[in-house]
């Protein structure tokens, strides 16, 4: 038993979308969620920006004592610093064990510029599935927009603008490779009308939960939760509500970055 913290972090309000499911799963739990507001967004970043930001974030949830941390932004999974993942406690990044996709012959993958440079999932499925036509959708500006609430239409723009230059509206699967995104997946499915979704929280929620397990180290009795951002504003308070219950509320830290 161990009823020490799970500790999440993300560029911003998206990685509420993991907490969302650890919390529905393993409701004994208690997370500290930090996100980093303050600079959002991550996407337009250098690797060495993004790892700074990271490891700044990463320290702040070490300091509460956390026992693994859950790194709930694909464009920090993916771009950080190998040495941001060496630390004293588990660092589980965003999984990319995705689904099946025998028989598939359109993928769009969507995500922030930074995550689609990296190519990551391209690779992934070009190595099992070389037929398969993958469609990469960077989404300039839509973490941000969803983000600070901006109005449908801004957001629409951004997605119809690139499914339409990507030539992705036929897509079969649809992997969401940034946490803000399923957020607005109902949005997204108007211009991806054929698409199954594919969200990686639950399975990266699994992969760290069975590092507690392996080690006996699962909550014995309930715990409180805290989420935590770097800037008031946005709607990080809002969906905090909208997610956890009116109890809970989003609070302004200064992580020293």
């Known amino acids: 038993m161990d009823n020490r913290p799970i500790g999440i972090m993300d560029s911003?309000?998206?990685?509420?979308t993991v907490a969302r499911y650890l919390k529905k799963k393993y409701p004994d739990e208690g997370i500290v969620f930090i996100g980093d507001t303050a600079h959002n967004p991550y996407g337009d970043k250098?690797?060495?920006?993004?790892?700074?930001?990271?490891?700044?974030?990463?320290?702040?949830?070490?300091?509460?004592?956390?026992?693994?941390?859950?790194?709930?932004?694909?464009?920090?999974?993916?771009?950080?610093?190998?040495?941001?993942?060496?630390?004293e406690v588990p660092v589980v990044r965003m999984s990319l064990n995705m689904p099946a996709l025998d028989g598939v012959k359109e993928v769009a993958v969507l995500a922030t510029p930074a995550?689609?440079?990296?190519?990551?999932?391209?690779?992934?499925?070009?190595?099992?599935?070389?037929?398969?036509?993958v469609h990469e959708l960077g989404f300039p500006g839509l973490a941000h927009?969803?983000?600070?609430?901006?109005?449908?239409?801004?957001?629409?723009?951004?997605?119809?603008?690139?499914?339409?230059?990507?030539?992705?509206?036929?897509a079969e699967y649809a992997f969401l490779a940034c946490t803000h995104y399923p957020?607005?997946?109902?949005?997204?499915?108007?211009?991806?009308?054929?698409?199954?979704?594919?969200?990686p929280a639950e399975?990266?929620?699994?992969?760290?939960?069975?590092?507690?397990?392996?080690?006996?180290?699962?909550?014995?009795?309930?715990?409180?939760?805290?989420?935590?951002?770097t800037a008031s504003g946005g709607t990080a308070d809002t969906l905090v509500k909208s997610i956890f219950g009116s109890a809970a509320h989003a609070e302004t830290v200064d992580t020293g970055e």
């Open 46 to 87: 250098t690797k060495e920006e993004i790892t700074t930001l990271a490891s700044s974030l990463r320290d702040y949830l070490l300091k509460k004592q956390v026992k693994m941390i859950i790194v709930g932004c694909n464009t920090i999974s993916f771009n950080a610093a190998p040495s941001f993942f060496d630390c």
């Open 115 to 133: 995550t689609i440079a990296t190519h990551r999932h391209k690779h992934l499925i070009h190595e099992k599935y070389p037929w398969i036509q």
């Open 12 to 16: 911003g309000v998206g990685g509420l």
């Open 203 to 229: 399975i990266t929620v699994e992969e760290g939960m069975n590092l507690l397990k392996s080690g006996h180290q699962l909550a014995g009795t309930p715990q409180p939760d805290q989420f935590c951002f």
């Open 183 to 199: 957020l607005e997946k109902e949005l997204i499915s108007r211009y991806l009308p054929h698409a199954a979704f594919w969200d």
């Open 145 to 170: 927009a969803i983000e600070m609430g901006e109005s449908r239409e801004s957001m629409e723009s951004i997605v119809r603008r690139r499914v339409q230059e990507t030539g992705a509206e036929n």
